[in-house]
């Protein structure tokens, strides 16, 4: 099971913490990525970290305000995302993909997580 949290309801230009936890299984044996999906549109590869070497990959668009990182021993990864824009506004996912490096394509993850609503205010 992967359990995300940490969304909520921030001002632009502000900071938030989301986190993906699992249980049942051990993160470092796979690929982890965090999708992003507003109504009507598809899902988009946020960022990733690959299982074996943490090679990270970042949407253009947050790259340099986000980061993800995991933690073996708490087996979570978290995306933490700073100064967050209106854009920013939709529905984060987490998910896990047996691919043993980074893939942005959310296709390539066998197992999602629920989303957290990130919600940015002008």
């Known amino acids: 099971q992967l359990q995300a949290s940490g969304g909520g309801l921030v001002q632009s230009g502000g900071s938030l913490r989301l986190s993906c936890a699992a249980s049942?299984?051990?993160?470092?044996?796979?690929?982890i990525g965090w999708f992003r999906q507003a109504p009507g549109k598809e899902r988009e590869g946020v960022s990733e970290i690959s299982c074996c070497d943490s090679t990270t990959y970042y949407k253009e668009s947050v790259r340099g305000r986000f980061t993800i990182s995991k933690d073996n021993a708490k087996n979570t990864v978290y995306l933490d995302m700073n100064n967050l824009k209106p854009e920013d506004t939709v529905v984060y996912y987490c998910?896990?993909?047996?691919?043993?490096?980074?893939?942005?394509?959310?296709?390539?993850?066998?197992?999602w997580g629920q989303g957290t609503q990130v919600t940015v205010s002008s």
């Open positions: 998910a896990v993909s047996r691919i043993r490096h980074v893939q942005t394509h959310p296709k390539f993850y066998d197992f």
């Open positions: 049942g299984f051990t993160l470092d044996q796979f690929t």
